[in-house]
């Protein structure tokens, strides 16, 4: 089954205590991204990777890394978490577009991670 | 410039009606899709419906239908029929090379079905 997994779901830690959120899919995608929603701001982008060892900020990077060491993986590091970071987190996949028509690959998202930082 | 603007924060619908919901969207690059996305109480991501900038037609898929105006940059999402598990938050989002083929996300508008 296509799929991207995600762990944890849910997630409670404490203010400066490093954590780390894996992402795998199993659809063999260049594309991976990172999310963060919060009530009333839609989903706003972390990271992104156009393939391995291929990395770029989003629109929200600040207080977070990321690492493509292998085509499947995506883990979204929190080196030093603060109550600000919480929220629900997304990890989403696709097929990098070569073609305009191949824009129509949607994205496949994990089910969320709900950290909660105290 | 926000990319993506949905207006409407909340929306209320009779079970059985159509409702719209709007999304405009900002863009200079001629190759773009758009993407509905829906989102349950349960929190996962469920993609709905794609509209490619160079399609003809405007999208459907059930009971779902793209009201796809290009010179005004709109694409709103049209649910004929409403059901009460269409009670959700709804996302319009954006892919286009200019930005790097980042899917963008507008704010989402939280749909409420009514028995």
């Known amino acids: 089954e296509a799929q991207v997994t995600q762990n944890p779901r849910y997630l409670i830690t404490v203010t400066g205590k490093k954590l780390t959120v894996t992402c795998s899919q199993n659809?063999?995608?260049?594309?991976m991204s990172w999310y963060r929603q919060d009530p009333g701001l839609g989903l706003r982008q972390i990271y992104y990777?156009?393939?391995?060892?291929?990395?770029d900020k989003g629109d929200v990077p600040e207080g977070y890394k990321v690492s493509r060491k292998e085509k499947r993986n995506f883990p979204l590091i929190l080196e030093s978490p603060s109550p600000n970071q919480t929220s629900l987190y997304f990890c989403?996949?696709?097929?990098?577009?070569?073609?305009?028509?191949?824009?129509?690959?949607?994205?496949?998202f994990g089910p969320g991670t709900r950290l909660t930082v105290l | 410039a926000q990319k993506i603007t949905q207006t409407q924060p909340g929306m209320f619908v009779q079970e059985k009606e159509a409702v719209t919901l709007d999304c405009t969207y900002d863009?200079?690059?001629?190759?773009?899709?758009l993407f509905w996305y829906k989102q349950p109480s349960s929190g996962e991501m469920i993609f709905l419906i794609y509209?490619?900038?160079?399609?003809?037609q405007n999208a459907t898929e059930g009971r779902y239908s793209l009201n796809f105006q290009k010179a005004r940059k709109s694409a709103n999402l049209v649910i004929s029929a409403s059901q009460l598990g269409d009670s959700a938050m709804y996302f319009c989002?954006?892919?286009?090379?200019?930005?790097?083929?980042?899917?963008?996300f507008g704010p989402g508008t939280r749909l409420s079905v009514l028995p």
């Open positions: 509209q490619g900038s160079y399609d003809q």
């Open positions: 659809m063999n995608h260049e594309y």
């Open positions: 990777s156009m393939n391995v060892e291929v990395t």
């Open positions: 863009t200079s690059d001629p190759s773009y899709g």
């Open positions: 989002a954006m892919r286009d090379d200019n930005y790097g083929q980042n899917f963008v």
């Open positions: 989403a996949s696709s097929l990098e577009a070569t073609v305009p028509w191949e824009m129509s690959d949607t994205q496949y």
